[in-house]
């Protein structure tokens, strides 16, 4: 049984252009699966509906979420934000505008154990150190301190990774955790983002569109475009052997240093256009039976 | 001396740093360039490397005089422009142009394409300037009746097209290129890669190419300086980097890069 | 970004509601000597304070009623909206010129121009915006050319720190390195890639003087520094009518409901404009 199965999920934008198509992802407890796609192909959309945070034009108007074995869409609004505050959180992408400046890190964290979970002020402290500490910060207690500005985007990446194990989710949703980062201090994050998801058990939604990343974090993983998934397949056998022209032709695309000639090939036209039609097709057979 | 179209020495430069700015008094000064050497070869495909705040696009702007450095020499051409005055380097501006990191910032949403492309042919008073609009649309490769649309109209890919199309419309010797890729896509980033690695032969263009990704740097460049906090920590052929980095940083930086394999060994 | 732009996308209604107000106004303040059924003027002391037309007791000939000396106030109004209308488009420029000019200087070309012209605007603001009106007008002799005077004097900064943060942002964007990497002049650069950008915003903040103009007009009036006291203005309608409200109220809701109405479409149509003026949202 999945922690997570979105089934036949369309989003469009004001109830009229597909945004996602019919899309069916499952995440078991505990799997690191990644969304790989170009910009607009919905990634980052798939985490939202579960989020509930689709932007206002944007509406679900297909499909349903599962989320440990209860249908989010049939939930009131009250409920759902109820069961996805316990149940599941977010690494946002850029670590800088997800705290706020203008307030000290230490109340970042724990706010949310004592508003929504209902902990008491002296536990949530307790629980951030520790996580501090578990994310590798030194000196847990000038950090919680600080202020966001007073950090370095490693630094502040960190925290908001603890933030989102704080909890104890069973799923997190990571969207595009280190694209802002330097190469270097990416690493160590990407690291950090494993040890932690392995050491909790916690099931992993990893978006991001660096193939590189996914190689390295990841067990299973959907390629989209348009809002479509093109490819659903594990990892090992993806990189052997891709099993669509599409993510063949993204995965030559993707630069790769121990082999300049074989890499940064640009997709064919043959395959953009190939990959357009089975849209097209796909969104013709959805209108007839629709 | 004719074949070093770049001649620097010694390159520094600092900025006040606000928020460290006492109520009164100046601000104290950040170094971001501490006495940079290097020179660029015409010809030359020369790749600048580095992390956030190691000063490659302070010291790019600085090669074209975005902005002045504090001390030390920058010879373009055998010209020492490190101090000159605007006024004297607007002649001098036609030979050295820059593509700018992200095409929907650097390209003035109120002005359509062909007006992008054909201002600086204006300004630098050159003749038959909707020809050379045409000729610069042709050799990146867009439709001529993309001069008439505006940048919002454009994808990420055309619109870094539109970037290169103003900078090599003007037949310059050097440009600089910075992070030109970095916000495109992986299909598109190759298509601008190959557009560029072509126009480089065709037209005999020096280039210098900022980017924090060392893959699309080899791919690109003849050569390559790493840069961390504002010092070259190694200055290498292409070929020579990647099978021996020689210095601490560039190695950490190899070894951090997620290949798309995985098998990779990433420790 | 495509979503979160939707909602501004569409600035049909409410554009052609307050340009339709204000065109109807600048029709009614051009012909108001023709089409006004009455002398603005004109007393007539025995058809004082009759009611507008549907109420009970009401003559047909005032429409809107007439005031305690029984002048007409449609007629007043339009007449009014003469005054209200040159006032808000003379002052309204002259602001916009002066203070946009100088924040575009204060926040493109930076440096002491800046340091010089934020500390002017700085200590200008510290004066009561009123109370500086209020003394200028004292100063100069009341008429529309003092009220014009005191608008601009009092409101130029206004302008000038909008457009002023407005031009720095604009400043640091690439295509004005991009337009100094090809060698175009600084006051080029101004004029050709940062005054377009920032135009949208003048526009709207024009507008939005234009209605601040006709609220100061009629504040002036209503503490009687206006013009001379007989000559119809809404402010002094509003004046009057205060004292008589009990006994006639059309003669202080008429001309404020005028009032109202012409501040409020003032700032919709330069919110309107702003986004018609912007390629990337048109």
């Not at chain 1, 049984?1 to 499952?26: E, N």
């Not at chain 2, 065709?202 to 924090?212: K, M, N, P, R, V």
């Not at chain 3, 339709?20 to 023709?34: F, Q």
């Amino acid at each position: 049984m999945s922690f997570l199965s979105i089934q036949d999920l369309t989003v469009r934008l004001r109830g009229k252009a597909p945004i996602l198509r019919r899309v069916s992802i499952d995440v078991a407890a505990g799997e690191v699966r990644a969304l790989v796609g170009e910009s607009g192909a919905g990634k980052s959309m798939i985490g939202k509906s579960v989020l509930g945070t689709l932007p206002q034009a944007l509406g679900i108007t297909g499909g349903r979420i599962i989320l440990d074995g209860e249908d989010l869409e049939q939930l009131s609004p009250r409920a759902r934000r109820q069961r996805i505050g316990a149940k599941v959180a977010l690494i946002p992408q850029d670590p800088l505008t997800a705290l706020n400046p203008s307030r000290r890190v230490g109340p970042q964290i724990t706010n949310r154990l004592v508003d929504i979970l209902g902990w008491s002020r002296k536990a949530a402290e307790a629980r951030a150190l520790e996580l501090l500490a578990e994310v590798h910060i030194p000196d847990p207690a000038r950090v919680m301190r600080a202020y966001p500005h007073e950090l370095s985007g490693g630094m502040r990446q960190r925290i908001l990774i603890a933030s989102a194990f704080a909890a104890e989710p069973k799923l997190i949703i990571a969207d595009e955790p280190t694209t802002a980062l330097d190469v270097t201090v990416q690493k160590q994050i990407l690291r950090l983002i494993a040890e932690m998801q392995q050491r909790h058990g916690t099931a992993l939604l990893f978006v991001t569109h660096d193939l590189g990343v996914v190689s390295k974090v990841c067990q299973t993983m959907s390629v989209l475009y348009s809002g479509m998934v093109v490819e659903d397949t594990n990892v090992r056998e993806f990189f052997a052997s891709p099993g669509h022209p599409y993510s063949a032709a993204l995965l030559a695309a993707t630069p790769k240093y121990t082999d300049p000639d074989g890499s940064l090939t640009p997709v064919p036209e043959t395959v953009i256009r190939a990959v357009e039609e089975e849209v097209a097709a796909f969104d013709r057979e959805m209108e007839g039976a629709a | 001396m004719s074949d070093v179209i770049y001649d620097v020495k010694d390159l520094r430069l600092s900025f006040p740093d606000m928020s460290r700015k006492p109520i009164l008094g100046p601000a104290p000064r950040i170094e971001i360039l501490k006495g940079l050497t290097f020179q660029i070869p015409k010809g030359e495909v020369l790749g600048i490397v580095g992390g956030s705040g190691s000063g490659k696009s302070t010291l790019g702007r600085a090669l074209i005089r975005l902005i002045e450095p504090d001390s030390g020499q920058i010879d373009f051409e055998g010209t020492d422009i490190t101090h000159m005055g605007e006024d004297d380097l607007r002649p001098l501006r036609r030979r050295f142009q820059m593509i700018f990191q992200d095409p929907l910032s650097s390209l003035n949403p109120r002005r359509r394409v062909g007006g992008i492309i054909a201002g600086p042919l204006r300004l630098q008073g050159l003749e038959g300037i909707d020809a050379r609009v045409n000729e610069a649309l042709d050799m990146v490769g867009l439709p001529r009746s993309f001069a008439s649309r505006y940048p919002h109209e454009l994808s990420g890919g055309q619109r870094q097209r539109v970037g290169i199309a103003r900078a090599i419309a003007l037949r310059p010797d050097f440009i600089l290129a910075d992070e030109i890729v970095s916000g495109l896509d992986v299909s598109s980033q190759a298509q601008v890669l190959n557009l560029l690695e072509e126009l480089v032969r065709e037209l005999g263009l020096t280039l210098a190419f900022i980017s924090h990704d060392l893959s699309v740097i080899r791919r690109l460049c003849s050569r390559i300086l790493v840069l961390y906090q504002g010092e070259i920590v190694e200055n290498a052929a292409t070929a020579d980097l990647f099978a021996a980095p020689t210095a601490p940083y560039t190695q950490e930086l190899l070894s951090a890069i997620p290949l798309p394999d995985p098998d990779q060994v990433w420790v | 970004m495509r979503d979160t732009r939707g909602h501004t996308r569409k600035p049909g209604l409410r554009l052609w509601l307050s340009g339709g107000w204000i065109t109807v106004l600048v029709l009614a303040a051009l012909l108001a000597p023709w089409i006004s059924p009455h002398d603005p003027l004109a007393q007539d002391l025995f058809a004082g304070r009759m009611p507008p037309f549907w109420q009970a007791g009401a003559d047909p000939n005032y429409l809107l009623g007439t005031d305690s000396l029984g002048r007409d106030v449609l007629s007043r109004i339009l007449h009014g909206a003469r005054l209200a209308l040159t006032v808000a488009l003379i002052a309204g420029v002259l602001t916009c010129l002066i203070g946009a000019t100088l924040g575009l200087i204060a926040g493109y070309y930076g440096g002491w121009a800046d340091l010089v012209i934020s500390r002017l605007v700085d200590i200008w603001m510290a004066f009561p915006p009123v109370l500086f009106a209020i003394l200028l007008i004292a100063v100069l002799g009341t008429g529309m050319t003092s009220i014009i005077i005191a608008i601009v004097v009092i409101d130029w900064t206004r302008f000038a720190r909008v457009i002023r943060a407005e031009a720095m942002s604009q400043s640091k964007m690439d295509y004005v390195a991009s337009a100094q990497v090809v060698g175009r002049s600084r006051l080029g650069t101004a004029l050709t890639e940062i005054l377009p950008n920032v135009l949208p915003t003048i526009v709207a903040l024009l507008t939005l003087e234009m209605g601040i103009a006709v609220i100061v007009e009629a504040i002036l009036s209503f503490v009687n520094l206006s013009i001379s006291t007989d000559a119809p203005t809404w402010g002094g309608m509003i004046a009057e009518g205060r004292t008589s409200v009990h006994q006639a109220w059309w003669v202080l809701v008429f001309p404020l409901v005028a009032l109202f109405l012409t501040v409020l479409s003032f700032s919709q149509l330069g919110e309107g404009l702003k986004d018609h003026f912007d390629p990337v949202l048109r």
